[in-house]
C-alpha cells in the first residue's frame, strides 16, 4: 500500500513571495504522484502529475514538482503567489499499476497582501 | 477537457431519507469512477471503486446497503444514501477516469446535511 506525509499543516504567504509544499511517500513499487488544489466547497482540481520521465514536472498557474525518488519527495513549488492561490492543497500517489489514490491530510495555504 | 458533474451541489433533507447524488463524465467515457467523503478540514477519504457494469469495490468500513452505487453507463455513476442520518452529514466528492488512463478528473462535490 501507498501513504503520502504532508509535512506542512498550514502554510501562511504574502503575496507575490515564492511557496514550496512538502510531499513524502511511501511505496514499496512503483508510483505515479499528483498534486491536487481544493477552493472551498469545491471539488478537486489537478495542478501537476508524474507518471514518467523527467522529474521536474510544470503544471497550471505557475506551478512546478520535482519527483526525488531517492527521498521519496515530491514537493510542490511556486515562484510568485498570489491571493487566488489561497486553497487547500493534496498530495497523492498511486502504484503504477493500480488507479486508486491515496492522500495526504492536505496543506491549507494562505496568501496575505 | 476532461470535464466531471456532479449533482446536486448541496441537499438538506430529513434523517431518514435516501438521497441519491449524481457523476456524470461529460466528455469522455469513464470506465471507472470512485466516491469519496470528506469530513470537515480532512483529507479524502475513498468510498468506493465503481466499474461500468459490475458490482461497485468498496473499502473496509464502509457499507455497502447503506451507500448504494451504481455506474450504468460509461458516463454516469450514482451513489445513493440510504436512510440517511445526521452522521451521514459530509462532503462527498465522486471523481472519474477516463479509459484506464491518468489522472482521475474530480466533480464539484455534494455538501450533504441531514437533519
Known sequence: ?113 | GAVVSQHPSRVICKSGTSVKIECRSLDFQATTMFWYRQFPKQSLMLMATSNEGSKATYEQGVEKDKFLINHASLTLSTLTVTSAHPEDSSFYICSALGQGNQPQHFGDGTRLSIL
Open chain 1, 1 to 113: 500500500a501507498q501513504s503520502v506525509t504532508q509535512l506542512d499543516s498550514q502554510v501562511p504567504v504574502f503575496e507575490e513571495a515564492p511557496v514550496e509544499l512538502r510531499c513524502n511517500y511511501s511505496s514499496s513499487v512503483s508510483v505515479y504522484l499528483f498534486w491536487y488544489v481544493q477552493y472551498p466547497n469545491q471539488g478537486l482540481q489537478l495542478l501537476l502529475k508524474y507518471l514518467s520521465g523527467s522529474t521536474l514536472v510544470k503544471g497550471i498557474n505557475g506551478f512546478e514538482a520535482e519527483f526525488n525518488k531517492s527521498q521519496t519527495s515530491f514537493h510542490l513549488r511556486k515562484p510568485s503567489v498570489h491571493i487566488s492561490d489561497t486553497a487547500e492543497y493534496f498530495c497523492a500517489v498511486s502504484a503504477s499499476n493500480d488507479y486508486k489514490l491515496s492522500f495526504g491530510a492536505g496543506t491549507t495555504v494562505t496568501v496575505r497582501a
